[in-house]
């Protein structure tokens, strides 16, 4: 198979209506990207199956929305002010800035090549700060939240109160988080706005370490179900210089990016630190008292918290194939699992004349009921079936002269190319029970 490339990645994304550069017109924003029409569908496809995963598959975990601008307290109590910001030097000569950890002080600058021009290293803060009201002095000073994870925290004593919730149980959050990148790379991996899809798990304590040998198993579990290669997954467990001096434990599930092994989600044993900052700076009681035992306790927490923006990275990255035909041609395909393909099935009249065209749009509306659709009436059908492959659409629905006797249509197999025949009223079951029982078909690596 060839060598996939983030450069090919790249160039799809932007010729197929993925992902394109923020502000492109007016030279680009590093470190912002648009979702275009087929992003945004493969985007929401991860974050749907996610929610339900996470939420209405479990009834001990409930949602949540928590706003963008916090309490700026929020963020002193969870040591984001104070802690939150990376060591940094400029090169003096071509004003390059640069993450110490990332680069060699004692090396020439990788942009322009000069020695000994590195500033001292000082701390940079990733917190966008803005101000709230009418004045814009140190008091209306507010912040862009870093991370979701604190509107979870703040908010565990209303869904308690609100909620028919007793513990062991979770909140789960999905939304925007915003940090002030410097080195902003590698495509949407690493971006200044970013979403995240975190569930917060509260447990008694002595219960936590049980619970975090099971939520490893569980999000493990979520990549194969909708298709990730396992073989492109690992766990990378913290060390002593990578853990948090509040964590218990924390695993990394990393997925072989293009550019190598990278983060992808994060499960932390965060102890009972959150709760307890919180109840220090705000003075509100956030103990849970246990209606079972009687006992009062404020609860550990084991975390769970992936980054959407970086699955759909980690979706196209193992979707991608360019595989090799018969007769020397090369097919390029996105072998998404159905369950996040942006359209599910297309509609391929054979001609435009007729009346095939209007046998073929009418069944395209109907399929909409259950699936995403897209209605292709344009050039020869194998390269129609092409254009499919290449935007990872699953299922092709060919209707031709025979469809308008019997009203049966040929409905083919993206991963096999293979084409069957089947009566039209059949083609939801058909299509759900292939969904069901999708296995990857192709050249692995």
Same mark, same amino acid.
């Given at each position: 198979?060839?060598?996939?490339?983030?450069?090919?990645?790249?160039?799809?994304?932007?010729?197929?209506?993925?992902?394109?550069?923020?502000?492109?017109?007016?030279?680009?924003?590093?470190?912002?990207?648009?979702?275009?029409?087929?992003?945004?569908?493969?985007?929401?496809?991860?974050?749907?199956?996610?929610?339900?995963?996470?939420?209405?598959?479990?009834?001990?975990?409930?949602?949540?929305?928590?706003?963008?601008?916090?309490?700026?307290?929020?963020?002193?109590?969870?040591?984001?002010?104070?802690? @939150?910001?990376?060591?940094?030097?400029?090169?003096?000569?071509?004003?390059?800035?640069?993450?110490?950890?990332?680069?060699?002080?004692?090396?020439?600058?990788?942009?322009?090549?000069?020695?000994?021009?590195?500033?001292?290293?000082?701390?940079?803060?990733?917190?966008?700060?803005?101000?709230?009201?009418?004045?814009?002095?140190?008091?209306?000073?507010?912040?862009?939240?870093?991370?979701?994870?604190?509107?979870?925290?703040?908010?565990?004593?209303?869904?308690?109160?609100?909620?028919?919730?007793?513990?062991?149980?979770?909140?789960?959050?999905?939304?925007?988080?915003?940090?002030?990148?410097?080195?902003?790379?590698?495509?949407? @991996?690493?971006?200044?706005?970013?979403?995240?899809?975190?569930?917060?798990?509260?447990?008694?304590?002595?219960?936590?370490?049980?619970? @975090?040998?099971?939520?490893?198993?569980?999000?493990?579990? @979520?990549?194969?179900?909708?298709?990730?290669?396992?073989?492109?997954?690992?766990?990378?467990?913290?060390?002593?210089?990578?853990?948090?001096?509040? #964590?218990?434990?924390?695993?990394?599930?990393?997925?072989?990016?293009?550019?190598?092994?990278?983060?992808?989600?994060?499960?932390?044993?965060?102890?009972?630190?959150?709760?307890?900052?919180?109840?220090?700076?705000?003075?509100?009681?956030?103990?849970?008292?246990?209606?079972?035992?009687?006992?009062?306790?404020?609860?550990?927490?084991?975390?769970?918290?992936?980054?959407?923006?970086?699955?759909?990275?980690?979706?196209?990255?193992?979707?991608?194939?360019?595989?090799?035909?018969?007769?020397?041609?090369?097919?390029?395909?996105?072998?998404?699992?159905?369950?996040?393909?942006?359209?599910?099935?297309?509609?391929?009249?054979?001609?435009?004349?007729?009346?095939?065209?209007?046998?073929?749009?009418?069944?395209?509306?109907?399929?909409?009921?259950?699936?995403?659709?897209?209605?292709?009436?344009?050039? #020869?059908?194998?390269?129609?079936?092409?254009?499919?492959?290449?935007?990872?659409?699953?299922?092709?629905?060919?209707?031709?002269?025979?469809?308008?006797?019997?009203?049966?249509?040929?409905?083919?197999?993206?991963?096999?190319?293979?084409?069957?025949?089947?009566?039209?009223?059949?083609?939801?079951?058909?299509?759900?029970? #292939?969904?069901?029982?999708?296995?990857?078909?192709?050249?692995?690596?």
């Amino acid at each position: 198979m060839a060598e996939i490339t983030l450069e090919k990645i790249v160039s799809l994304c932007k010729r197929r209506g993925f992902i394109f550069q923020s502000s492109e017109i007016y030279g680009g924003l590093n470190g912002a990207y648009d979702y275009g029409p087929l992003g945004v569908e493969l985007k929401n496809n991860i974050r749907d199956i996610w929610w339900k995963e996470m939420t209405r598959l479990h009834d001990d975990i409930v949602g949540l929305d928590s706003s963008i601008l916090m309490h700026p307290r929020v963020w002193e109590a969870s040591g984001h002010v104070q802690n @939150f910001s990376d060591p940094m030097v400029d090169c003096k000569q071509c004003k390059a800035r640069f993450r110490t950890d990332q680069i060699d002080l004692s090396a020439a600058c990788p942009t322009c090549g000069t020695k000994d021009s590195f500033t001292e290293p000082r701390n940079f803060n990733l917190m966008f700060s803005t101000h709230i009201g009418a004045a814009s002095d140190a008091s209306s000073k507010i912040y862009l939240r870093p991370e979701t994870a604190q509107g979870i925290y703040v908010d565990f004593k209303n869904v308690v109160s609100s909620s028919r919730v007793k513990i062991p149980f979770g909140i789960a959050q999905v939304g925007k988080s915003f940090r002030n990148e410097i080195t902003t790379k590698h495509f949407i @991996f690493r971006s200044c706005e970013f979403e995240q899809m975190e569930m917060q798990w509260f447990c008694a304590p002595g219960t936590d370490e049980a619970w @975090f040998a099971y939520w490893k198993e569980q999000r493990m579990a @979520f990549y194969h179900r909708i298709g990730i290669r396992p073989t492109h997954l690992r766990w990378h467990q913290h060390g002593s210089d990578e853990l948090a001096f509040y #964590a218990k434990d924390a695993y990394d599930i990393q997925y072989l990016f293009p550019m190598g092994w990278q983060e992808l989600e994060g499960v932390h044993n965060r102890t009972d630190y959150d709760l307890t900052q919180h109840q220090n700076f705000s003075g509100k009681e956030m103990s849970y008292l246990d209606p079972v035992s009687g006992e009062r306790y404020i609860p550990y927490v084991v975390e769970t918290s992936a980054g959407l923006t970086r699955n759909v990275l980690m979706a196209l990255s193992d979707a991608y194939e360019e595989e090799a035909l018969e007769g020397g041609d090369v097919r390029t395909v996105l072998r998404f699992h159905p369950l996040i393909a942006p359209i599910t099935v297309a509609v391929l009249p054979l001609v435009k004349k007729d009346g095939i065209a209007e046998v073929a749009k009418s069944l395209e509306q109907t399929l909409r009921d259950e699936f995403a659709t897209f209605y292709d009436e344009s050039g #020869a059908i194998g390269r129609r079936y092409r254009r499919m492959d290449e935007i990872g659409t699953p299922y092709c629905v060919t209707v031709d002269y025979q469809s308008k006797d019997d009203q049966t249509v040929t409905l083919r197999y993206r991963d096999s190319m293979e084409q069957v025949r089947i009566p039209a009223s059949d083609l939801v079951s058909a299509i759900k029970a #292939a969904t069901k029982a999708y296995k990857r078909v192709g050249t692995e690596s």
